[in-house]
């Protein structure tokens, strides 16, 4: 039997994408046992304390995802720990990422213990189609696009969950 896993999206500014993917996956996982929690933040604290934006909301709400709720927030070194997966929407937010976990590792040092308790690091779109370099997908920030980069978004984040919950099983 596998360990229920833990799950936090991250994207810029916690507004558009983090908390669509973990919206999806909550809905998508709601009653999985080898997912224990979710969470979403961003890199950056530009939209901190904020409800996700207008148009994630309604395409959640299109696609009946009604019950989430959520809070926008930054990113902490703690997140490393507490979670046992963290997973950036695009290649920028792993280079931000990558520079917290590293102050998560000196965290774990202090404590007497090595970063092998830390999360994995990925991009979300790992589970989701490969360029013929072996990348993941990433997710285009829908921010400052048309309307129709939120649909985009929104089927990305289900192929994902379903490409994540076939490697965990």
């Avoid at 696009?145 to 994902?160: C, K, P, S």
Wanted: aromatic share 10%.
């Amino acid at each position: 039997s596998t360990k229920p896993v833990s799950v936090l999206f991250v994207c810029l500014g916690n507004y558009c994408r983090s908390p669509m993917a973990e919206a999806v996956f909550a809905h998508m996982t709601a009653s999985n046992p080898l997912i224990s929690k979710t969470d979403s933040c961003g890199t950056g604290a530009y939209h901190a304390g904020s409800y996700p934006d207008p148009r994630t909301q309604a395409i959640l709400q299109k696609n009946a995802i009604t019950d989430y709720v959520h809070v926008a927030r930054k990113v902490r070194p703690e997140d490393f720990i507490e979670f046992d997966w963290v997973m950036g929407m695009d290649s920028d937010n792993i280079l931000d990422l990558q520079r917290v976990r590293q102050r998560a590792t000196k965290l774990m040092e202090k404590e007497g213990k090595g970063e092998e308790g830390l999360a994995k690091l990925c991009l979300f779109g790992d589970f989701g189609r490969k360029d013929k370099r072996g990348r993941g997908e990433e997710v285009i920030d829908p921010y400052y696009g048309a309307d129709n980069g939120f649909d985009i978004a929104f089927e990305q984040m289900g192929r994902f969950t379903k490409g994540f919950l076939e490697y965990l099983e």
